[in-house]
């Protein structure tokens, strides 16, 4: 149940804060008609597949800071996940849509490309945020090793060892 409500929470912050930058932007919440219905709907697939990878990722691991620093780095990425998809949309101009109807370009083409980029800044934060995780924690369990090291024999065996 917990997993559940974690992707919706994700998919509605994904919805509302792509209707804040369009009204940002445009002024207006669905200014260009059928293209920003499509924009939504990719950032519906991005915001429902991102956040059931994290919740995978979170699965495999056993250690509570690790998963508390990629569920910060999950939603500091957002707004990158968004700017890179945004990005990503000129990539469109790749494929050859002349005879394509606006309709079909709009439900499936653009959420397509948006999904694309979208989730591979988003899976990148993710990753990101494991790997800082581990690292934090391992620089943590190496400096607890030495000081366990240096304060578990007494300064006589210390001495006995070094002569």
């Not at 000129?90 to 989730?119: D, E, K, Q, Y």
Request: net charge positive; aromatic share 12%; proline share 4%.
């Amino acid at each position: 149940m917990i997993k559940n409500n974690f992707v919706l929470f994700s998919a509605i912050l994904w919805i509302v804060f792509v209707t804040i930058l369009t009204l940002k932007h445009s002024g207006k919440v669905l200014g260009n008609g059928y293209e920003d219905v499509g924009l939504l709907a990719g950032f519906c697939v991005v915001g429902i597949f991102s956040a059931e990878f994290l919740l995978h990722q979170l699965a495999k691991t056993e250690s509570h800071f690790i998963k508390n620093i990629a569920r910060i780095s999950y939603f500091i990425g957002i707004p990158f996940g968004y700017k890179f998809a945004i990005d990503g949309l000129p990539s469109l101009s790749i494929l050859p849509l002349g005879n394509v109807p606006r309709f079909i370009t709009a439900f499936l083409v653009v959420p397509l490309f948006v999904s694309i980029w979208g989730l591979l800044a988003m899976v990148g934060v993710v990753y990101g945020g494991f790997w800082i995780g581990n690292t934090l924690t391992s620089l943590v369990n190496k400096k607890k090793i030495t000081a366990d090291e240096s304060s578990s024999s007494p300064p006589e065996t210390r001495k006995k060892i070094v002569n």
